[in-house]
């Protein structure tokens, strides 16, 4: 009820500036930690129209999507920073998973997404076509993210010693060997291309975050990375070799899984693609995740 009082108040404001001619932006996002690609992103919006109206996921939805140790900052905290910057005009919440309903009842004039996102992929897009507004594709500023931007916090507190308890344990990250169907025919094995380094070929796959199993980890990391929802997810082999990961000292239980559909690179996969088994790119693998494939072929499909 107070979600519908909010936007009702923002699409009466919105509609007397379009009455004047003014055009509507929309875009939305979690928001969490602030940072310059953040800014960047909302300014460039703001320049293609004379209102800037940004979506913000509730903590109920960031959960779901990004898994219960996010968000760092609550909706109102997030909320609160993004409404006192210049380049924003409203914040409107929405609890769902994705903006569509909000989409549906702001009508923007244009719609704004980041670049790594193709158009067929953007929540909205029929909504803004269909009444003659556009959808557009925005720079984003390299290297930087919230995510990438929390593990690099993390690490300075260890490597400053913030970290007193110094337990030197290792992290315990999930990777998927997704093989892909259409139908009952085995179609490949699902690769990332990374955006962040270490560059080359992964599996999809992150660290578990506190409060989660390895199981929800590896499901909510595929969905993040590649927007496949997976199925008969079982252990496959746990790799614990100290030099796995050039970063740092980690051990990942991977997991096979199953999925139908076309995998899209999303978070820190700059794009995904299906491989045949035979046209695998093992010379390209970040990591040990060439050891992973090799035994995971010698096993074969289904395995």
Not at 146 to 162: F, N, Q
Not at 193 to 211: D, M, N, Q, T
Not at 217 to 229: D, S
Not at 266 to 295: G, N, S, T
Request: net charge negative; with cysteine; hydrophobic share 40%.
């Amino acid at each position: 009820m107070e979600k519908m009082k909010v936007w009702e108040e923002v699409r009466e404001k919105i509609e007397a500036i379009r009455r004047k001619g003014g055009k509507v932006v929309f875009t939305n996002g979690v928001f969490d930690i602030l940072h310059r690609g953040h800014v960047e992103y909302l300014v460039y919006a703001r320049s293609l129209g004379d209102v800037l109206v940004v979506g913000i996921n509730t903590d109920e939805s960031v959960r779901r999507i990004k898994g219960p140790a996010r968000p760092i900052n609550t909706l109102e905290d997030r909320m609160f920073v993004l409404s006192h910057l210049d380049v924003v005009d409203f914040v409107v919440p929405f609890e769902e998973d994705t903006p569509q309903r909000l989409i549906e009842f702001i009508q923007p004039d244009v719609l704004v997404k980041g670049a790594d996102y193709e158009l067929d992929q953007i929540v909205g897009r029929e909504v803004v076509e269909n009444r003659g507004g556009v959808v557009i594709r925005a720079p984003l500023k390299e290297g930087y993210s919230t995510t990438s931007l929390i593990r690099k916090i993390v690490e300075m507190s260890k490597e400053l010693g913030v970290d007193k308890m110094d337990l030197r344990t290792p992290f315990v990250a999930v990777d998927a060997i997704i093989q892909v169907f259409d139908g009952e025919r085995f179609r490949g094995v699902v690769l990332i291309e990374r955006k962040y380094p270490p560059y080359g070929f992964a599996l999809p796959g992150g660290f578990v975050e506190y409060g989660e199993s390895a199981e929800e980890a590896v499901v909510r990391e595929v969905k993040e990375e590649t927007g496949l929802e997976v199925k008969n997810v079982r252990q496959f082999h746990v790799y614990s070799d100290p030099s796995r990961d050039p970063r740092r000292h980690t051990l990942s239980v991977v997991f096979t899984c199953e999925a139908e559909g076309e995998p899209v690179g999303r978070d820190d996969a700059r794009r995904a693609y299906v491989f045949k088994l035979e046209e695998l790119p093992l010379d390209k693998m970040a990591f040990d995740h060439k050891k992973i494939l090799l035994d995971f072929i010698k096993r074969g499909p289904g395995g």
